[in-house]
C-alpha cells in the first residue's frame, strides 16, 4: 500500500498567518492527491483535488501544489473557520490511504 | 439537493454483525464509484472500501477483507456495508462518500454523509 506521511501532526498559528502543510506519499503518485479539512463532529469537506484544483465554492486563500511524492497545502491568510483537521488523501492507487492529519490550532 | 445518509450503526458485541446503508440523491447514482471511510474516536480518516458505479467491482481495505462486503442496489439509490466478525477496533464513525472522477482521471470524495457510528463492546 502507499503510505502518506503529513508534517507537521499539529500547528498552531494566528489569523491572519500564512500557514503550509505538507504530505508526503511512499512513492509517486503523479497529482493524484487530494486535500480535505474536518471539523470536530463533522463530515470531511474536500478542499483540493487533484493536487492543485480548488474545489468550487472554497476560498481561494487555500491552494495546492506538488507532484510525484511530494506536496503541499498552502492558506494565505487565516481566517477563523479554518482551524480545523487537515487531511490529504491519494488516489492513484484502487487501494486509497490518508494521511495522518495535522490539526491546526490557535 | 446532492446528499448522502447512512444509518444503520449501534452497539454490538464483539463477533456480531451489522448492516449499514447509505441513501443517495440528488445525482445520477449508478454514474458514480461509492466509498465508505471510517474515523475511529479521536483518530484520523481510514479508506475502508469501495465499489464501482456497476456494483461490478469492489475493493476494501486489508483491515476489513474477508470481513466487509460492499454491494449497491440502483433500484433504491443505496448502498450497503456488511460488517461481520466485528473486533474492537472496528468501532467508528461510518462515513459513505461520492468518489467523483475529476481532471485527468484523478479520483476524490467530494460529497460525504454524516455518518453513523458503530461501537464493538461486550
Known amino acids: 500500500d502507499i503510505q502518506m506521511t503529513q508534517s507537521p501532526s499539529s500547528l498552531s498559528a494566528s489569523v491572519g498567518d500564512r500557514v503550509t502543510f505538507t504530505c508526503r506519499a511512499s512513492?509517486?503518485?503523479?497529482?493524484?492527491l487530494n486535500w480535505y479539512q474536518q471539523k470536530p463532529g463533522k463530515a470531511p469537506k474536500l478542499l483540493i483535488y487533484a493536487a492543485s484544483s480548488l474545489q468550487s465554492g472554497v476560498p481561494p486563500r487555500f491552494s495546492g501544489s506538488g507532484s510525484g511524492t511530494d506536496f503541499t497545502l498552502t492558506i494565505s491568510s487565516l481566517q477563523p473557520g479554518d482551524f480545523a483537521t487537515y487531511y490529504c488523501?491519494?488516489?492513484?492507487?484502487?487501494?486509497?490511504?490518508f494521511g495522518q492529519g495535522t490539526k491546526l490550532e490557535i | 439537493e446532492v446528499q448522502l445518509v447512512e444509518s444503520g450503526g449501534g452497539l454490538v458485541q464483539p463477533g456480531g454483525s451489522l448492516r449499514l446503508s447509505c441513501v443517495a440523491s440528488g445525482f445520477t447514482f449508478s454514474n458514480y464509484a461509492m466509498s465508505w471511510v471510517r474515523q475511529a474516536p479521536g483518530k484520523g480518516l481510514e479508506w475502508v472500501s469501495t465499489?464501482?458505479?456497476?456494483?461490478?467491482?469492489?475493493y476494501y481495505a486489508d483491515s476489513v477483507k474477508g470481513r466487509f462486503t460492499f454491494s449497491r442496489d440502483s433500484s433504491r439509490n443505496t448502498l450497503f456495508l456488511q460488517i461481520n466478525s466485528l473486533r474492537a477496533e472496528d468501532t467508528a464513525i461510518y462515513f459513505c462518500a461520492r468518489d467523483a472522477v475529476v481532471s485527468f482521471g484523478e479520483n476524490t470524495f467530494d460529497i460525504w454523509g454524516q455518518g453513523t457510528m458503530v461501537t464493538v463492546s461486550s
Open positions: 512513492q509517486s503518485i503523479s497529482s493524484f
Open positions: 465499489i464501482s458505479g456497476s456494483g461490478g467491482s469492489t
Open positions: 488523501q491519494q488516489s492513484y492507487s484502487s487501494t486509497y490511504t
